[in-house]
């Protein structure tokens, strides 16, 4: 539950902006500036803060030069995502001085969420997991804030308007085609014998030969699922008849998938063993491979479309931000 929390957690960091003047001031002292935005600082500190989880990670992959050289380069995306966050926030105080405002509720309930579904109420276990990460209830709430407001403004600059044609889709379709492939698929179902020495019943036969039984008396036309239930010694598949519903190659291991996908519907195939391990598998139904036909995704083409272009949209909006502000970046 706590890892969780703090993939929230980094999140949270990700929409992270520069604190309040006073607060940033004080912080120069400390660990000094990264940028200067218009008025406002950010500071190393709060891009460590941004990246401390991922570059841990960084850490364990890398090392020498190619760790410093990605470590760079992170830290640069990271200064460069503070600095348009910081020019949403000033932007927002503009609107403030005109009476916007985010309502202290709206804090408090997303607080509330995440002690909810990531520490299932415990308000002590989130404040704890707080405290081993550096930070208090009210800066959490500072940021929680500070992304609100990131994501509401950014949202306010995208109009919902937007037309996608259907050459537009269309194209996207014939580019991008293999997203929408399906694999070849068969309807299995599947009777597996176990060796057992501790379990041999003098007389009783071995696990070959009652495999070989069976397959004789499913070719002569009994029910397979009644025999699976009867025989079967998979106990996941046993009470429904040995159904393994639709399945992909990669499902089974490669010999069974290569017997398997060598069947035609309706065909029991011959005893294999593996181990000690004897399988009988009947195919009840096929799908060859395909690839779903525009029909089907174009909705799903027009969402992904007309995404890109709230993108596009709020690109072009921080990039006026940026045209206007003055920005000095200093490490």
């Keep these: 539950m706590r890892c969780s929390f703090l993939s929230v957690l980094a999140g949270v ?16 002292v400390v660990d000094g500036i990264a940028a200067i935005v218009n008025n406002d600082v950010i500071t190393i500190s709060q891009v460590r803060e941004l990246i401390g989880a991922r570059e841990r ?8 030069s190619d760790l410093s050289e990605k470590i760079k ?18 932007e927002f105080r503009k609107l403030q001085e005109k009476g916007a405002s985010i309502p202290e509720h709206v804090i408090d309930d997303r607080v509330q969420t995440i002690i909810r579904e990531e520490f299932g109420g415990d308000r002590s276990a989130f404040v704890r997991t707080l405290q081993a990460q550096g930070y208090t209830v009210t800066r959490f709430k500072e940021v929680e804030r500070e992304k609100i407001i990131v994501q509401a ?20 379709y014939n580019k991008n085609k293999t ?3 399906l694999p070849e698929q068969i309807k299995l179902r599947m009777i597996v014998l176990r060796e057992d020495p501790d379990a041999v019943v003098p007389g009783a036969g071995s696990k070959s030969q009652i495999a070989d039984e069976i397959r004789q008396k499913l070719v002569s036309g009994a029910e397979f699922d009644r025999m699976a239930q009867m025989y079967s010694d998979d106990e996941n598949t046993r009470d429904t008849g040995g159904d393994w519903g639709w399945i992909e ?3 089974l291991n490669e010999q069974l998938s290569s017997v398997a996908f060598s069947l035609k ?34 909705d799903e083409i027009e969402k992904n479309l007309i995404q890109q272009e709230k993108m596009k949209a ?3 909006w921080l990039d006026t931000l940026r045209q206007k502000a003055y920005i000095k970046i200093l490490s």
């Design 179 to 181: 997203s929408y492939a």
């Design 314 to 316: 709020q690109e072009r």
């Design 57 to 64: 990670s960084l850490r364990d992959v890398y090392s020498g």
């Design 265 to 298: 519907p309706g065909q029991v195939s011959p005893t294999v063993k593996i181990g000690d391990s004897y399988y009988i598998m009947l195919v009840e139904a096929k799908k060859n491979a395909s690839v779903k036909p525009i029909a089907e995704v174009r």
């Design 249 to 251: 190659r990669g499902t």
């Design 13 to 28: 960091l990700l929409a992270a902006v520069a604190i309040v003047p006073a607060r940033a001031q004080q912080a120069e």
């Design 153 to 172: 403004m950014r949202q306010s600059k995208v109009n919902d308007d937007f037309v996608i044609s259907p050459t537009q889709i269309q194209a996207f």
């Design 73 to 90: 380069e992170m830290r640069l995306a990271a200064l460069k995502d503070l600095i348009d966050r910081q020019l949403v926030i000033q």
